[in-house]
């Protein structure tokens, strides 16, 4: 996820003044099954020019539950008292769209609860504060988070805050319990009817800084119909990288189509005047589960096809 957004005060110190001359986008994470092998570590460690986002010393805090992570299906645990998550957005709330240099945010007023998500493991509703997407420069990655090592070509954050335990955003994103992020995977197929709204805006906001109004959208319409999730306890995937964020990431991908993700990628990282970057890649690499577990609301299928074969296997030997 990204929270630059609202952290613009912050920006001199976490983004230090970067010569386009010497900038490349983030580079490709590893092969897009994700197979560590020799030629993919050894690029990771000549990592060394990356995109300002990651030119500090943050980049590798040592924490211990980080993000983003693979999601193993068969190692999460179904856990039946997870209830569904419930969005209640106003499209009235919707302010305006800018390019920060690392992605595209679409920004939510929260001053009031008029926008919230509530449910599942959340405790009590928290606020829509922004979204904005994570995507490759083709359609074989860009997604955050994995599914048994499967990437996406895209994925899009609803970020929101907890406004019960804090009194601002920018002090929710420090604390635990800060925030709640849902993430929704995007696959290649049928065009997206009420993404495109959003697609259509976009040239006005190629260049980094830049800014436009954007009214009355309720994000809601991109979330996939399916109400099944994975849930777990995680970190932002931006610096500051603190590990405030419960992770809802939603089983069902939503699908857009070719030339939707390609509007995404004539968007620049850079700013008027400086040699073009395509914004692409903005991705962080997958983080070590260590000691966590990921819960999920559903029975992963591949127990439920073997508990049916384990169910026949009994029938065959009573009928036996
Ligand atoms: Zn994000």
């Known amino acids: 996820m990204v929270i630059l957004g609202s952290l613009r005060s912050m920006l001199p110190t976490l983004i230090p003044?970067?010569?386009?001359?010497?900038?490349?986008?983030?580079?490709?994470?590893?092969?897009?099954?994700?197979?560590?092998?020799?030629?993919?570590?050894?690029?990771?460690?000549?990592?060394?020019?990356?995109?300002?986002?990651?030119?500090?010393?943050?980049?590798?805090?040592?924490?211990?539950?980080?993000?983003?992570?693979?999601?193993?299906?068969?190692?999460?645990?179904?856990?039946?008292?997870?209830?569904?998550?419930?969005?209640?957005?106003?499209?009235?709330?919707?302010?305006?769209?800018?390019?920060?240099?690392?992605?595209?945010?679409?920004?939510?007023?929260?001053?009031?609860?008029?926008s919230v998500v509530s449910g599942g493991p959340l405790e009590n509703?928290?606020?829509?504060?922004?979204?904005?997407?994570?995507?490759?420069?083709?359609?074989?990655?860009?997604?955050?988070?994995?599914?048994?090592?499967?990437?996406?070509?895209?994925?899009?954050?609803?970020?929101?805050w907890n406004c019960s335990k804090y009194r601002t955003f920018e002090?929710?994103?420090?604390?635990?319990?800060?925030?709640?992020?849902?993430?929704v995977f995007l696959k290649l197929g049928k065009h997206h009817e009420k993404l495109q709204k959003l697609v259509d805006i976009l040239p006005s906001v190629r260049y980094k800084d830049s800014l436009t109004e954007f009214n009355y959208f309720d994000p809601s319409c991109l979330l996939p119909s399916c109400n099944d999730y994975w849930t777990y306890s995680g970190s932002l995937t931006t610096p500051p990288l603190t590990e405030s964020v419960t992770w809802i990431m939603m089983k069902k991908p939503i699908e857009v189509d070719h030339s939707q993700l390609a509007v995404f990628r004539s968007l620049l990282y850079t700013a008027v005047g400086e040699e073009e970057k395509n914004m692409v890649d903005n991705f962080r690499p997958l983080q070590p589960l260590m000691n966590r577990t990921v819960l999920s609301t559903f029975q992963p299928a591949l127990r439920l096809s073997h508990a049916k074969k384990?169910?026949?296997?009994?029938h065959r030997q009573k009928a036996g």
């Open 310 to 314: 384990s169910e026949e296997h009994t």
């Open 171 to 183: 002090e929710a994103i420090m604390e635990s319990n800060g925030l709640a992020v849902i993430g």
């Open 125 to 160: 509703p928290y606020r829509l504060k922004q979204f904005h997407f994570h995507w490759g420069v083709n359609n074989d990655w860009g997604s955050e988070h994995t599914v048994d090592s499967k990437v996406f070509p895209a994925e899009l954050h609803l970020v929101h």
């Open 17 to 114: 003044k970067w010569a386009s001359s010497s900038f490349r986008p983030l580079p490709l994470r590893w092969a897009p099954a994700r197979m560590c092998n020799i030629s993919a570590c050894s690029y990771k460690l000549r990592n060394v020019d990356l995109h300002p986002l990651w030119r500090t010393t943050i980049d590798v805090p040592g924490g211990s539950r980080q993000s983003p992570i693979d999601i193993r299906v068969l190692d999460s645990v179904f856990h039946p008292q997870l209830t569904p998550i419930r969005t209640q957005y106003d499209p009235n709330t919707c302010l305006h769209i800018w390019n920060n240099g690392y992605s595209f945010f679409v920004e939510f007023d929260d001053s009031t609860d008029k």
